[in-house]
């Protein structure tokens, strides 16, 4: 997004170096992770927090680094965004939890229409299931699945952007809401495919982690912990469980992995 809004190479850099290595306890507390893992009550210290709580206070918070960064520390120029809107846009791509696939979105499409919203997007897009808090609940847009009275059915101008989401899933306080979404690391962590489905031709992939390592490495207790407590006891959505157990999001990220090396070493002219 600050790439985007030309605040580079300042502002967007200076997030990840200045604000977040920085932020201590305000953006990563590590005291609440006996509550990810479901061990809330064996520290005194959480006790108020495992009543009051369904999901208890988060481990990695978001609050810090989209609302105290984006919108005050280092101000993401949204203005910016708006004006290129049509010939650079901006897409935040999320994992939809009911309808189980990755979804861009984006402003055109209507998820966001203003800088609150569009952080809320990003919050979704990079909430890790289990030590970041509850799924986010997106309301806007045509570009998804919207869960009516139980059945799923493709988003169309006849049928209304209100989602019902059944008490089974997320209890009474999900109703009227939009499709609950977490990390795109789900069902697109690297994500170009979205790019392809949406028209380009050339697409830069800028990857964090080298070749050599291992990306399939089966879960430590501690994360088999947090995934149980998360989807099973919180969501309820098991057949997500039954996902991230089978560790299917690991193989779609190495299946990307394979695809870009093989595509980078193609040798075709890149004007074609």
Not at 2 to 27: A, I, M, S
Not at 148 to 157: E, F, M, Q, R
Not at 249 to 258: C, G, T, V
Request: net charge positive; glycine share 8%; hydrophobic share 35%.
């Amino acid at each position: 997004a600050y790439f985007q809004t030309g605040q580079l190479p300042w502002e967007g850099p200076e997030v990840y170096y200045d604000c977040l290595t920085r932020g201590g306890r305000t953006f990563i507390d590590t005291r609440r992770m006996l509550r990810s893992v479901g061990f809330g009550l064996a520290d005194p210290r959480l006790l108020k927090d495992v009543i009051k709580r369904k999901y208890g206070k988060p481990v990695f918070k978001l609050d810090y680094l989209l609302n105290d960064v984006v919108k005050r520390i280092k101000p993401l120029r949204y203005d910016r965004l708006e004006e290129r809107e049509g010939s650079q846009d901006l897409h935040v791509v999320a994992s939809g939890l009911v309808s189980e696939k990755s979804v861009a979105l984006n402003r055109k499409d209507g998820n966001w229409g203003d800088i609150n919203e569009l952080t809320e997007c990003m919050w979704a897009s990079m909430l890790l299931p289990g030590i970041a808090g509850p799924p986010v609940s997106i309301k806007k847009g045509g570009n998804f699945l919207y869960l009516l009275d139980g059945s799923i059915v493709p988003t169309t101008p006849s049928v209304p952007t209100t989602l019902l989401v059944g008490e089974e899933t997320f209890g009474n306080d999900a109703k009227g809401r939009g499709e609950p979404m977490c990390d795109a690391l789900l069902y697109e962590p690297i994500p170009y495919r979205s790019a392809i489905k949406d028209g380009c031709t050339h697409i830069l992939v800028c990857r964090t982690k080298p070749d050599g390592g291992n990306v399939c490495g089966k879960p430590s207790l501690f994360e088999r912990l947090i995934v149980r407590r998360f989807w099973v006891r919180k969501t309820k959505l098991k057949r997500m469980f039954k996902f991230v157990s089978r560790m299917m999001h690991k193989k779609i990220y190495a299946e990307d992995i394979i695809y870009l090396n093989e595509k980078t070493a193609e040798t075709r002219d890149w004007r074609e």
